[in-house]
C-alpha cells in the first residue's frame, strides 16, 4: 500500500510531500549477526530488518562496522580465513549463512557499488555495463544494447556519454564513473543493491544525480546504502540504522530516528554533534 502525507517535522520543509510506503514486507533480515576477525569482535549480534522497496540509511561512526555488515549482507568475507561468522542473513526465506546455500547465484541478486568507484581499467563504458550480462552469457548485441541504454538511463548518466560508448571507462570524471559502476550493477536486475558511502568521494553535481538516481531505484529494488551524511540520510532514506562499536543502537523510520530517537546516543549523532 502506498501511503502519501505530508509532514510537519522541523527537518522537512512543510510543503514537501513525505512518500513512504508502509506494509511492505522484509527483502533482508538478519538474526543476531556477528563477526569476529581473528580475536577480536566487529559486530555483535546484529538484528535487522530491510523493507522492499525502501531505502535504508546504516549510519554511524567511522570505524563502527558499517562496511562490514553491508560486505556480509553478499557475503563477501567467505574469502577471509581469520573472519568468524554467526547468526543469520535472511534474503527473503532463504539463509546466506546455511551450509546448503550457493553465493554465486545469490550474487546476481544482489548488486554492490563501493566508496571509491571502480571500473574495470582496461574496458569501454559499454563493456563495463555489459561485463555481468556477458559473464552471464548473454550475446545478442540488440539485448546488451538495449540493457546498456536503460541501466545508464537509470543512473543518470546515459545523457552525458550516449555518443561515446566506446570510450574508455576511466576517462571519465570520478562522479561519471560512479554513475557507471551504479549502472554496471543494475544491468544485471539486482533484486537489492548495496551502496558503501556512494557520494563520499563525488563532487555535488554527481551526489544530486546519485540521490536522484536512489529514489528512483527503489521503485524497483531494496536499497540499502551506508552514508555518514546526515542530510544525504533526510533526502533519501526511508529507514535509519544507528551503529556505535559494533552494535545497532537504534533503526527506525526516518522522521522518527530523527525528530525523537529513543537513545540519547542517537539523538547526539544525528544532531551532528559528533561524527
Ligand atoms: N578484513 C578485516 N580484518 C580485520 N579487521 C577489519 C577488517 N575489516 C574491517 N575491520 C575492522 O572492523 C572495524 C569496522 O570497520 P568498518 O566496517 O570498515 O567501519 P566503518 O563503519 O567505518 O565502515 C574497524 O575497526 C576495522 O579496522
Ligand atoms: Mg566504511
Known amino acids: 500500500m502506498l501511503k502519501r502525507e505530508e509532514t510537519t517535522s522541523a527537518f522537512y ?9 508502509f506494509n511492505k514486507p522484509d527483502k533482508v533480515r538478519t538474526d543476531s ?6 580475536s577480536k569482535k566487529i559486530l555483535s549480534d546484529v538484528s535487522l530488518n530491510f523493507k522492499e522497496n525502501n ?3 546504516i549510519m554511524g561512526p567511522s570505524g563502527c562496522g558499517k562496511t562490514v555488515l553491508l560486505r556480509l549482507l553478499n557475503r563477501m568475507h567467505d574469502i577471509n580465513k581469520s573472519a568468524k561468522v554467526s547468526g543469520k542473513v535472511f534474503f527473503d526465506s532463504v539463509n546466506l549463512y546455511s551450509d546448503s546455500f550457493d553465493p554465486y547465484h545469490h550474487r546476481q541478486k544482489i548488486g554492490m557499488v563501493f566508496q571509491k568507484p571502480n571500473p574495470f581499467p582496461t574496458m569501454s563504458i559499454f563493456d563495463n555495463v555489459v561485463a555481468g550480462l556477458k559473464l552471464n552469457g548473454l550475446k545478442d548485441k540488440h539485448s546488451l544494447n538495449k540493457i546498456a541504454e536503460r541501466s545508464l538511463k537509470m543512473a543518470y548518466l546515459w545523457d552525458e556519454i550516449k555518443d561515446r560508448l566506446n570510450m574508455p571507462a576511466t ?25 558503501d558511502e556512494p557520494t563520499s568521494a563525488l563532487d555535488p553535481v554527481s551526489t544530486v544525480m546519485v540521490e536522484d538516481a536512489i529514489r528512483e531505484l527503489k521503485k524497483d529494488m531494496t536499497v540499502i546504502m551506508v552514508t555518514h551524511n546526515l542530510e544525504q540520510a533526510k533526502r533519501v532514506a ?6 556505535y562499536l559494533g552494535k545497532v543502537i537504534e533503526s527506525g523510520d526516518v522522521r522518527q ?11 547526539k549523532y544525528l544532531s551532528g554533534i559528533f561524527g
Not at 526511508?238 to 551503529?243: A, G, K, L, N
Not at 530516528?257 to 539523538?267: G, I, N, Q
Open 13 to 21: 520543509p512543510e510543503e514537501q510531500i513525505y512518500k513512504h510506503e
Open 171 to 195: 576517462d571519465l570524471s570520478g562522479g561519471q564513473q560512479q554513475r557507471l559502476c551504479i549502472a554496471r550493477a543494475l544491468a544485471v536486475k539486482p533484486d537489492v543493491l548495496l551502496m
Open 33 to 38: 549477526l556477528s563477526i569476529s576477525f581473528g
Open 55 to 57: 531505502v535504508t540509511a
Open 257 to 267: 530516528m530523527f525528530d525523537s530517537p529513543k537513545e540519547e546516543l542517537t539523538r
Open 238 to 243: 526511508d529507514h535509519v540504522v544507528f551503529m
